[in-house]
């Protein structure tokens, strides 16, 4: 895999981006893939809904997790990882990291430049090899 950090900031220095800005990033592939949720911690209308989720660890079609995410102001942390049909691993990894970055994590290098031109603060990640 490899991925990016996105650090855009709003002109009093908050993190400007949301899930549900990447999310939109990568539509409408984010609608083909089942979610899971993980280390979750967020504020928001829908926020009791996804803790329900990350905490059965239930998947969720894509379609879901964009309604959910319109109504989350924030994410403080939490891992959104998407899979294919009929796919053991995640090909789309979203981590969100203490308030203040998105990692962003694919194994698709075109949907990774989506996500690059839709923001103006990233660095990349270091690809991690694995045995």
């Known amino acids: 895999m490899q991925g990016i950090t996105i ?14 800005d990447i999310l ?13 949720i993980s280390h979750l911690e967020c504020l928001g209308k829908t ?9 059965t660890q239930e998947f ?7 309604q959910l995410a319109e109504g989350i102001t924030q994410v403080i942390d939490g ?23 998105y990692d962003v994590e694919t194994v698709d290098e075109k949907i990774l430049s989506q996500v690059r031109q839709q923001f103006q603060q990233f660095s990349e990640l270091p690809i991690l090899l694995t045995v």
Do not use: H
């Open 60 to 66: 969720i079609s894509g379609e879901l997790l964009l």
């Open 7 to 20: 650090t855009d900031q709003t002109t009093d220095g908050f993190l400007a981006v949301n899930l549900i």
């Open 79 to 101: 891992k959104f990882q998407g899979y294919r049909v009929n796919e053991s691993n995640p090909w789309f990894i979203i981590t969100a990291v203490d308030s203040s970055a």
């Open 24 to 36: 939109q990033a990568i539509a409408p592939v984010v609608l083909t893939s089942q979610w899971q």
């Open 47 to 55: 926020a009791e809904k996804l803790y329900q989720i990350a905490d």
